[in-house]
Every structure is written in structure tokens, then in C-alpha cells.
């Protein structure tokens, strides 16, 4: 039977997510704003949760209507089955999120939504379920435009850029489905050289291993889908079994990092570790703007240090000049690929930009800026400069 879903990624990422989800199977597949809306059946959820490298989840659409009050979305919510899908004994939680809508509170609308699946369960069952806002079993999401609503239950649990290891964090980790989606962008290919030079946690190093060795992102983690009354556990052991035997071993790879702060060199090693990919990348402790290149060409895709505390834009407004000295000094016959969330700040680096992705960073706007270092091309002439 087929089934309706949604997978909200980071904004600027719909058409990859699209396609990878159409590789996966999914048929019906449509990018909208924030998101692929797709359907198929539950093994094709299953493979999506497991296989994809930048889906945020994935969402089972299983009620959808008009409303014109809190009271119409609550007849809406209650009419669900939810007990085919739970028990009471799972603990919930209620996400909204609105665009256009007339209601004044959707804090009132999640509580309306609560009261609606608890009176579901009271009814067939005599008993309430308990709700948990900090680890719930099951987690109900609710869409609201001008005048329709749809539920839907989460198949995901946690989202799906919690891979299951990365303990050590820095202060302001880039996602790892982020970081895939640049990769993507990138045009890197398993085989090509890849660096980091301002590797912060790993996680460009260790997303692209796993890509490298054909790893699938979900295999150190469980879903929420797992949960579920009508869960197939045997359709789901045989697309892990499939993934597991597909699995390359760890080995050397073209892949390297650095940073020029020792704890941040630390903490990549920890997670590389973590990850059992140690072997796998070059990782030492090194300046950007003095190293030198590991190949004659290849990717290098970074999230640098961007202002947003008083004080650092002054400060990285002297760095982002050197930046553009180094890449004409050390890494001609390379791609390099900058995230940024200021765009002035790129603009110092004193290089033509060849292409510009805007993506968001969570809430935060940002653009990847491409740099195609071949000698000679990117130097602005002088009328340019003036």
C-alpha cells in the first residue's frame, strides 16, 4: 500500500534531497519550500531513514483537512487512529508549525492536538498517554496554512542528522546533512582528493568517509518507526542486512583535515574515532594560510570562522584578505567551496566567486561560495578592483 511522506531538509537543498529520495524509490516525488513531499511504501520509509544523507526526517502524512478554529483542527486530530499506530504506554510530544495562519496561539493549538490524542486513547483504551517534551517515543508534527492543517506522525525520532556518534562538539557544530549537501554541491567524487583546512569537529571529514566507504548515515542509530504497532521487522532486517553487507571497510582515503587550533584537531580525532573511520582521513594540526596543498588538485570544501559576536568582524576582515592569498599561493588546480553566512566578509578574499548556493544554516542565511583555482583565472583585473 502506498503511503503519503515528507522530509524537511535545510532550506537551499530540496532538489538534491529530491533525488536522492527518487534513487531510494520513492515515486510521487515533489521539492517544495523546506522540504520533499514523496509516497511509497513503508519500506521505502525505511530505506529513506537509513539512506539518506540529507533528509531531516521523515514525516508519515496521516490526516490532513480544513479548519476555520482550534475546535475544527481537535475534531480533526481526535478522528485519527492513533491507537493502530501506538500505545499508550509511548510517550508523546506535539510539534506545530504555521505559515499564514488566522490563529492567534499555536501553543493553544498544540495543547487542542494533545487533548485530541489523549481523548482518543482514553476512549478505546480507558487510559491517557503521558506526554515528554525532552525524549518522547513518538512525536506528532502539525502543518498549518491559511485554512487546511495536516498531521503527521515523525518515523524519524531523533533528526536524521544525528548520525549516532560525534560526542565531542564544537560551539557552533554545522549539521551533517548541511555538510552533505555541500558536498554534493561540490561535485566531490569518491577518489578525489578532499580537504578540510578548518576541520572544527569533522564533520565534512567524516560525512564524505562515509560516503567514500558507501556507509549509510542511519546504521549506528535507531528510528522511531521501529516503535510502531505495524512496524515489519523483517522487511526492515533485510534493508539493514542489505546495507550492512554493501558496507566497504575502512582503508586510507584521499580525505584530510586540519585546523590550526589543537583542540579542534583533538575533537575531529575523537569523532573520526567514534565514527571507526580514524584510519581513513589525514589529520594533523596546521595553518591554513601557510599549508600547502596534499595533491595537485582536488576538492576543498570549509566552514570558516564567520562574525557573529561583537568584535569579530574586525578582527575577520584582516583574516579573509589572507585567505585569498593563500588559495592563490597553495591551491591552484583545486575546487575550493567557502560556507559564509556575511556576504561582505567573502567578497575580502579578493577572488571572483564562480558560483554562489544560498543555503540556510538552521535560521541562519548563508551562500557556499565556489572557487575554481586554476593560475591566472581568478585574479580580478585592476579596472574591477578599482
Known amino acids: 500500500m502506498s503511503e503519503s511522506f515528507f522530509s524537511p531538509c535545510p532550506r537551499g537543498l530540496e532538489p538534491m534531497l529530491a533525488e536522492e529520495l527518487t534513487a531510494l524509490g520513492a515515486r510521487d516525488v515533489e521539492a517544495t519550500h523546506g522540504g520533499v513531499g514523496f509516497s511509497g511504501d513503508w519500506q521505502t520509509c525505511y530505506r529513506a531513514n537509513l539512506e539518506s544523507r540529507i ?92 485554512d487546511r492543517v495536516t498531521l503527521y506522525l ?62 549509510a548515515p542511519g546504521l549506528g542509530r535507531s528510528f522511531a518507526f521501529e516503535r510502531f504497532r505495524h512496524f515489519d521487522g523483517a522487511a526492515w532486517a533485510a534493508i539493514r542486512k ?35 573511520l580514524a584510519d581513513c582521513v589525514t589529520l594533523d594540526r596546521a595553518d591554513f594560510l601557510a599549508r600547502e596543498a596534499p595533491a595537485a588538485e582536488g576538492v576543498m570544501v570549509t566552514n570558516p570562522p564567520y562574525g557573529v559576536r561583537i568584535g569579530e568582524a574586525e578582527e575577520l576582515a584582516a583574516l579573509y584578505p589572507q585567505f585569498g592569498d593563500a588559495l592563490k599561493k597553495h591551491w591552484s588546480g583545486w575546487r575550493c567551496y567557502f560556507l559564509s553566512a556575511d556576504p561582505a566578509l567573502p567578497k575580502l578574499i579578493g577572488l571572483k566567486a564562480s558560483k554562489r548556493t544560498p ?28
Not at 554545522?174 to 576541520?199: H, T, V, Y
Not at 585546523?259 to 567514534?274: M, W
Not at 557556499?368 to 585592476?382: C, D, L, Q, T, W
Request: charged content about 25%.
Open 55 to 146: 533528509a531531516t526526517r521523515v514525516m508519515w502524512r496521516l490526516a490532513q483537512g480544513r479548519y476555520q478554529s482550534e475546535e475544527d483542527i481537535y475534531r480533526l486530530a481526535y478522528g485519527a487512529t492513533w491507537a493502530k499506530w501506538f500505545t499508550v504506554d509511548d510517550t508523546i510530544r506535539i510539534y506545530v508549525t504555521a505559515k499564514q495562519s488566522p490563529l492567534r496561539s499555536l501553543e493553544f493549538v498544540t495543547l487542542k492536538i494533545k487533548d485530541a490524542v489523549c481523548d482518543h486513547f482514553r476512549t478505546v483504551t480507558g487510559k491517557r498517554p503521558s506526554v515528554d517534551t525532552a525524549n518522547p517515543a513518538v512525536r506528532i508534527h502539525a502543518f498549518l496554512t491559511r
Open 242 to 276: 542489505a546495507a550492512e553487507v554493501r558496507r566497504k571497510s575502512p582503508r586510507p582515503l584521499r580525505i584530510y583535515g586540519s585546523d590550526v587550533v589543537g583542540e579542534q584537531v583533538r575533537r575531529s580525532r575523537v569523532n573520526l574515532q567514534a565514527a571507526g
Open 359 to 386: 543555503l540556510f544554516n538552521g535560521a541562519l542565511e548563508c551562500r557556499v561560495f565556489e572557487y575554481k583555482m586554476i593560475a591566472g583565472s581568478n585574479r580580478r583585473k585592476p579596472a574591477e578592483e578599482a
Open 154 to 215: 515523525d518515523t524519524s525520532g531523533e533528526p536524521l542528522y544525528k548520525r549516532g556518534y560525534k560526542p565531542a562538539a564544537v560551539e557552533a557544530p554545522l549539521k551533517e546533512n548541511l555538510a552533505a549537501g555541500i558536498l554534493r554541491i561540490s561535485g566531490w567524487q569518491p577518489g578525489e582528493a578532499l580537504i578540510d583546512p578548518m576541520c572544527g569537529s569533522g564533520t565534512f571529514l567524516i560525512e564524505a568517509a562515509q560516503i567514500a566507504l558507501d556507509i
